[in-house]
Structures are given as C-alpha cells and as structure tokens.
Nanobody, 122 residues
Framework: VQLQASGGGLVQAGGSLRLSCAAS????????MGWFRQAPGKHRDDVAA????????YYADSVKGRFTISRDNAKNTVYLQMNSLKPDDTAVYYC????????????????WGQGTLVTVSS
C-alpha cells in the first residue's frame, strides 16, 4: 500500500492542524493505521492508531485528550486532528499501516508514508 501524508505546517502554540494520509494500491479497510512522529534528535514514536474498522483507537499519553485519529474507508484516508498544540509536538509526522493487527502496527509498521513537518511556535 502506498501512503501520502499531507497537512503539516507552522502553527502557534494552542492552535490546531489536521493531517491527512491517503492510501492507494491495496484494500484500505484491510489495514490498521497509525501516526508516528520524530522530533529532531529523537527516536520515532507512535502517536495514535486506529483499527481497520475504526472501532478502536489508541493514543500516546502525551497526546491523549488533544489529538484524535479517525478514518474514512470510503475515501481511503486516515486523519489526525491535533488541537491545543504545544512546541513539544514539533516533529515530522508519518502515517503507517499494517495488516497484521494494531499491536504489530504500533511495534513495527509494515508500510510508511513520507513525513509531513509540523512546527509549533511558542
């Protein structure tokens, strides 16, 4: 599956952004989907994940209550709504997919999209 992320940009602290990731090439509803991020000089960490049906979601503690992951299987797209953004949220955000379960996705995604840069100014 090919993944194309978009929606990054520069925003002030407290602001909002919505990232999108469009999938193609395979049946989208067969994949659990997630968002990861990598800040400068740091490891890539998982941010949020959603099961293939959209029935269950998972979040890193650092983003709970501020970020929302969702998907539209008819549009082959997964979203990450980011509210109350903080400078610590500054990172390159990557969408990812796995067809082996959300646990596998969160540990080691099988497919990656290119990153989209989110910069939060203080």
């Amino acid at each position: 599956v090919q993944l194309q992320a978009s929606g990054g940009g520069l925003v002030q602290a407290g602001g909002s952004l919505r990232l999108s990731c469009a999938a193609s090439g395979r049946t989208f509803s067969n994949f659990d989907m997630g968002w990861f991020r990598q800040a400068p000089g740091k490891h890539r960490d998982d941010v949020a994940a959603i099961t293939r049906s959209g029935g269950s979601t998972y979040y890193a503690d650092s983003v709970k209550g501020r970020f929302t992951i969702s998907r539209d299987n008819a549009k082959n797209t997964v979203y990450l709504q980011m509210n109350s953004l903080k400078p610590d949220d500054t990172a390159v955000y990557y969408c990812a997919a796995h067809d082996g379960g959300v646990g596998a996705l969160r540990l080691s995604p099988r497919y990656w999209g290119q990153g989209t840069l989110v910069t939060v100014s203080s």
